[in-house]
């Protein structure tokens, strides 16, 4: 979803570009849909690196982009986000002396117990352009030393492609298929604070089985965490609905019509923000506090779960009236402008 609006950008610029697919997020549904959903050319590379702990699935993407730098020679390298292929791409890089340009650059929750933290931090430090969605991103990056000519404000090319989207969006067919009429909460978990530890887990199933006598509770399950939230309870049945991932447009079009969304993805409280739908983040901390000072989205712990879907239900749910700078859909065309610099 972010990559979708720089690549399409860029092939309007007439930029030669290698689509390199890392095969990190491998499950289909999770995976192959997004590149027909978002009209994204299929990846000329795929690595195939599967899953593996953070050490060996970053060597052995580490080993393999190194092989495909020196095949390809880039004139620059675009990452992005926090996974660990962003960070094996960006060292590769860098020790290859090829620069890196990091979309989405700056983010930071403070928390290195998240991987996703230590990723961000260290694809920044060796990124030559780096590519800010919001101004405290900039100022984070300041702060670690970074040269401010080397820091652009383009905006969240997330958003570019939900509104490039939306007018494909249709709720009914997975409606009808759920049998879900009325209010409905929305719910996706794959962080491992959540969905690695049992006794959170067990608390965040709780919840939602108590949020389920309210209104139904639709959650498409993860692979990440299908195994230790399936152990905890959390099953189909009694409000709710437990069903496989769904495709980019299909979850984008039942979240624009849901009553509360209830995640702990940073995308989604992205994408959320802009839809007006109330965002229950279940997270200590955000990298993304942007969508809390100017969006819909709310921190919770495990056991606000149900406190946070009743303060919507009840009307006490307020969110700020000014939405992101910048979140306009043109953040591809901006970060393509910037990099015809090396063609």
Not at 15 to 20: A, R
Not at 154 to 182: K, Q, S, W, Y
């Amino acid at each position: 979803m972010k990559a979708a609006p720089v690549i399409h950008a860029a092939d309007d610029r007439g930029l030669k570009q290698t689509l390199v697919h890392t095969g990190q997020h491998y499950d289909t549904l999770m995976s192959d849909v997004f590149f027909s959903d978002l009209g994204i050319p299929l990846p000329e590379i795929n690595l195939g690196v599967g899953s593996g702990s953070h050490a060996r699935q970053t060597a052995t993407l580490m080993t393999s982009l190194e092989e495909v730098f020196a095949n390809v020679e880039p004139s620059v390298v675009v990452v992005y986000g926090d996974v660990n292929s962003t960070l094996a791409a960006a060292v590769t890089a860098a020790k290859l002396c090829i620069p890196v340009a990091h979309v989405e650059a700056g983010l930071r929750s403070f928390d290195r117990t998240m991987p996703e933290e230590v990723n961000r931090v260290v694809t920044d430090a060796l990124s030559e352009v780096l590519f800010a969605t919001s101004p405290e991103a900039i100022g984070h990056l300041a702060n670690e030393g970074v040269s401010p000519d080397r820091v652009h404000l383009v905006g969240n090319p997330m958003i570019d492609t939900l509104f490039a989207a939306r007018a494909r969006f249709d709720d009914e067919p997975v409606r009808e298929r759920l049998n879900l009429h009325g209010d409905f909460v929305l719910s996706t978990l794959h962080r491992p604070s959540n969905v690695d530890d049992a006794d959170v887990a067990v608390r965040i199933v709780k919840q939602i089985k108590l949020a389920a006598e309210l209104l139904p509770v639709v959650v498409p399950l993860h692979p990440r965490g299908r195994e230790l939230l399936s152990g905890a309870g959390l099953v189909d049945g009694q409000g709710v609905r437990v069903i496989d991932p769904l495709g980019y447009t299909e979850f984008a079009s039942l979240m624009s019509v849901a009553t509360v969304v209830l995640t702990d993805s940073g995308g989604i409280q992205e994408e959320t923000t802009m839809l007006d739908v109330p965002c229950l983040t279940v997270r200590p901390n955000t990298e993304r506090p942007i969508t809390i000072t100017h969006g819909t989205n709310r921190l919770v712990d495990p056991e606000g779960i149900l406190n946070g879907i009743t303060s919507v239900l009840d009307g006490s749910w307020v969110a700020p009236v000014d939405r992101p700078p910048l979140w306009d859909g043109r953040a591809g065309e901006r970060i393509a402008g910037m990099l015809h610099v090396w063609t």
